[in-house]
């Protein structure tokens, strides 16, 4: 045969090849037909395993690009845990500061060749557990959890079953990894900072989530506590409670503004339910911070804006992020040893306390 009707003649395969595959998902079985090779050596190209020759394998990779293959993960899934982290976030996807954390864990796990499956799983101890168990069920190489609500025994379970990762509860445990920023210090370093500027009536903006008390919400709100007893202000302590987000800080204005007296300064949680808060009070003309001084948590990019100028907590959300992706990785690799992780805080004083 000669050179041109053979080379015509592969064209001509690829091509009915081609057509015949319109409308059809690639599989590793056209792959070996274009290829001219076994479907066991084709996949075991495609895998990346060795006992392949050069030949072999340059024929699969050709037909890998003209087919446009890509394996299917799930059927990937099937022989082992998928190279993929699943990320569990209370609530929705919506916090700036989850999306600063989120952005660390992605730095590091995709320079180690993994991708990263984000969970929404909702404010209740049930809709976190049932996340975690569809993460397990898609075969994820383990598991970051955001704040996880439940008790430490069901955590311990979904550990001895996975590598996990707990970012933001509080408190060692020897079956998985945890990290925190270390949230007691910093609801005190707000109250001393209110208390120097001359605020007695500090007003704190407690969670309504259901939880264990070394949750995030819980130590704070316990920090806060702890403050103002140390500064002779047992008897002004003030607990409002709401849902942390824009919403809630909202209707937690709402409330405080229909009694008859304000409070010196409000400790409104996150910064995002300090915004909400924000929004309602300056809607009613109250000032700040001359009426009234607010500050919230998390340093979210949009609290430095000149508008807003809100005063707030620093806990590096996109470095814990960072560092609870190297601890998993550590933990996929082998390393048996728990590790509990504190990392520091401080305050970023800003006009609505009066900086």
Known sequence: MSKKRQDAG??????????????????????????GVSVASAS???????????????????????????????AQGLRGPLKTIGVLLPGGIDSPFFA???????????????????????????????AMESLIDHRMGGLLLVAPLGATSRLEDIASQIPIVVIGRHGENTRYDTIAGDDALGTQLIVQHLVD?????????????EGASDLPQHVRLQGYRTAMA?????????????????????AAAKLLLSRDELPDAVIAGPDVTALGFLGEAWARGIRTPADLAVVGYDNIPMSAWPPLSLTTVDQSGFEMGRIAAQMLL????????????????SLVPRHTSGA
């Open 230 to 250: 140390a500064h002779g202000l047992h008897n002004a302590i003030d607990v409002v409670t709401t849902e942390w987000s824009y919403e809630g800080g909202a």
């Open 10 to 35: 592969e064209i001509m395969n690829v091509r009915s090849h081609d057509e015949a595959l319109i409308g059809h998902r690639v599989t590793i079985v056209d792959v070996a037909h274009l290829a």
């Open 100 to 130: 600063a954390l989120s952005n660390g864990a992605v730095q590091v796990l995709s320079e180690s060749g993994y991708e990263v499956f984000i969970s929404p799983a909702g404010l209740t101890a049930k809709s976190h557990y049932t």
């Open 330 to 345: 550590e933990r996929i690799e082998g390393r048996l040893e728990f590790r509990h992780e504190t990392l520091p805080v």
């Open 44 to 74: 075991k190209v495609v895998r990346g395993t060795s006992g392949v020759s050069e030949e072999m394998r340059g024929k699969v990779n050709n037909a890998v690009a003209k087919l446009g293959y890509r394996p299917h993960r799930m």
């Open 197 to 209: 500027s001359g605020h007695h009536r500090i007003t704190f903006f407690a969670s309504q989530d």
